[in-house]
């Protein structure tokens, strides 16, 4: 069982970085895959990137390739999302989510992952 918290969300204008971070619970976290999923409202959760157990292996969606950069720290139980040249596009809440599997290929639906955070706002002004 993995517990999965995210924080550093917030309203930022156009063109602003954010970083979410996203803390686990749990002695294994360095055995799982990490996404990051968006919903902004009225649609369906997205996905935004993927980490591999090691850190070795990386995808994105081709909405945030360049401005974006998903990293994790397995000392600290942390998985973070760089954000940059944000866009009001981007506005949605942003969801932390763990697969618990070394194999590393994209997985870009939810249904792909087994556990998932609460949570955080993110909202860009034009």
């Known amino acids: 069982q993995v517990q999965l918290v995210e924080s550093g969300g917030g309203l930022v204008q156009a063109g602003g970085s954010l970083r979410l971070s996203c803390a686990a619970s749990g002695r294994t976290f360095s055995s799982y895959t990490m996404g990051w999923f968006r919903q902004a409202p009225g649609k369906e959760r997205k996905f935004v990137a993927q980490?591999?157990?090691?850190?070795?292996?990386?995808y994105y969606a081709d909405s945030v390739k360049g401005r974006f950069t998903i990293s994790r720290d397995n000392a600290k139980n942390t998985v973070y999302l760089q954000m940059n040249s944000l866009k009001p596009e981007d506005t949605a809440v942003y969801y932390c989510?763990?697969?618990?599997?070394?194999?590393?290929?994209?997985?870009?639906?939810?249904?792909?992952?087994?556990?998932w955070g609460q949570g955080t706002q993110v909202t860009v002004s034009s």
């Open positions: 989510a763990a697969a618990a599997s070394y194999n590393d290929y994209a997985r870009r639906g939810a249904n792909e992952y087994d556990y």
């Open positions: 980490i591999s157990w090691s850190g070795g292996g990386t």
